[in-house]
């Protein structure tokens, strides 16, 4: 469990600060936490400082990066994550998360979340990383499980490699549910299987989202610019049935209106607060 | 390490690196190495395309998709991506045969860079402080909320064609939050030149030293040149030490 956060929260992005630092002010929203990417608030737009400030005082906060590239072969780019660190204890931030993928390549920039070879010298080799960085950030690193449209070397199932890396590492999980619906739907296996075969008790929270279909590929892209489907909520209510944690609704793309943020949050509430009752995540 | 050779050739494939490795991944799955490739490609064509919307528009949408799948191959290093378009710039800038295709090419990027700049600093403690009222012998510093650029193009006018020598400040407007510009003449560019210190300097100084190289009367010239200084002020353009 994540201390301070519990039951539901938002993702904060530039389009909406503004708007949403005004209506915690008001009295009017303010969602169980929030979620920031440090990557977007490490310089910003100085028209919404003020408004990112108050937020961080304001609310609880998990940080969810986007650069650490723990999969790539390179060793830590310690630089870029010093600038991580400095700007989590500047504002506080004790929950850091990302991705299991790898982004860069011997310092070269994709931007792009890439897939790892799923093998047990790799599991050795991320955990090995992860330790560094956590002990660099003094602070555990919560493990996401990415997408992937291309298959990667495996000589294990994604669920077991997850478990492998988390075990050796012992760090705590954040479950994107819309990824794993999204792979199930690519690489054709059943959704709830991974559920089952995952270590879910380790998963510190959990992330829907919404994907989009492109039948010129034949393929279901993590797109986080559309509402979450029906199978996605099913798939969470499977989620909270088994280990009822925070969770929160991504959106990175085609950002709405925050009014309509604040329905999907609803939404949210209203599927997972059965959930929520008596099992500590008050 | 097996995993490392195969990491390497995936991403040499989908970023167009110059070294392609001789085995190639799992070719059953070119499909979706391409969906890689486009994904790739076009996270770096939509921040680009945001950033220098006048560059595209100058140089054209097809040698401006061209002039990207030629940067992802040439190993962008900037971790923060808002940062990547000023890489983007310097690797055009350093290989100028990539851009035949406009002259202002060079003056589009540098503009439209400064402003991105400006938009995204922190000046909140130029932002809390007032206005400081005009004094010439106050020390005042160019303030970091501002560019002075010497240009060969009026690009901020529109004018891509004539050539000349141009200078402009750029300066973040804190009432509208937005960049503003001004046309400013290669006296007061030089004018501005010795504020560009961390502890200020006169007023009165920087006329006497620029007056004496453009051999002008600072007595004829110094009411003018400290009345647009302190609009200078107002703007935060320069600012109190």
């Known amino acids: ?233 099913d798939l969470l209510l499977y989620v909270m049935q088994r280990k009822p944690a925070p969770a929160m609704v991504e959106r990175d793309n085609n950002i709405p209106p925050l009014a309509e943020i604040v329905s999907e949050y609803d939404r949210l509430l209203e599927v997972t607060a059965p959930f929520y009752e008596g099992v500590g995540v008050a | 390490m097996l995993e490392k050779i195969s990491q390497e050739q995936f991403v040499a494939l989908i970023t167009g690196a110059s070294i392609i490795p001789e085995e190639k991944p799992d070719r059953s799955q070119n499909d979706r190495l391409k969906v890689y490739k486009d994904l790739v490609y076009y996270r770096f064509y939509e921040v680009l395309k945001n950033i220098y919307p006048l560059f595209r528009k100058e140089v054209g949408d097809e040698a401006f998709e061209n002039l990207v799948r030629r940067f992802i191959g040439e190993n962008p290093r900037e971790p923060l991506i808002w940062k990547m378009p000023n890489e983007f710039r310097n690797f055009l800038c350093s290989r100028k045969e990539l851009l035949p295709l406009t002259p202002a090419a060079e003056d589009l990027l540098s503009y439209e860079w400064s402003e991105v700049e400006l938009l995204m600093g922190d000046y909140s403690e130029i932002a809390k402080t007032q206005s400081p009222g005009f004094s010439p012998d106050l020390p005042l510093a160019f303030s970091r909320s501002a560019r002075k650029l010497k240009l060969t193009f009026r690009v901020y006018a529109g004018d891509y064609t004539s050539s000349g020598e141009f200078y402009v400040v750029l300066y973040y407007n804190f009432s509208d939050y937005r960049v503003h510009f001004l046309e400013i003449t290669p006296f007061m560019f030089d004018l501005l030149g010795p504020f560009d210190v961390e502890n200020g300097f006169s007023p009165e100084a920087a006329l006497t030293g620029t007056a004496s190289k453009y051999n002008v009367s600072k007595d004829e010239i110094g009411e003018v040149v400290f009345k647009t200084l302190g609009e200078y002020c107002q703007k935060k353009i320069l600012v109190r030490v």
Request: net charge negative.
């Open chain 1, 1 to 233: 469990m994540l201390e301070g956060i519990s039951r539901c929260g938002i993702g904060l992005r530039r389009e909406f600060v503004v708007e949403f630092a005004e209506g915690l002010r008001a009295g009017r929203f303010r969602p169980g936490w929030v979620e920031i990417t440090p990557e977007n608030w490490i310089d910003m737009p100085f028209r919404v400082r003020d408004a990112f400030e108050e937020v961080m005082v304001s609310c609880r906060v998990v940080a969810h990066g986007l650069s650490l590239s723990i999969g790539s072969p390179e060793p830590v780019d310690i630089q870029h994550l010093s600038v991580i660190k400095n700007f989590l204890d500047k504002y506080g931030i004790e929950h850091y998360s990302e991705h299991l993928s790898y982004s860069t390549w011997n310092g070269s920039q994709t931007y792009e979340l890439l897939p790892v070879p799923m093998t047990a010298p790799m599991a050795d080799f991320i955990a090995d990383k992860l330790k560094r960085v956590s002990d660099f950030l003094q602070r555990p690193v919560i493990l996401e499980n990415a997408t992937y449209y291309y298959r990667p070397p495996a000589e294990m199932p994604e669920a077991e490699f997850i478990n492998t890396v988390a075990r050796k590492t012992d760090c705590p999980l954040l479950l994107d549910v819309n990824n794993v619906y999204v792979n199930s739907l690519n690489h054709g296996f059943d959704p709830r299987a991974f559920i089952d075969d995952l270590d879910i008790d380790r998963t510190a929270y959990i992330h829907t989202a919404g994907h989009t279909y492109y039948p010129q590929d034949n393929l279901f892209i993590d797109t986080h610019g559309a509402a979450v489907s029906g199978e996605v909520w």
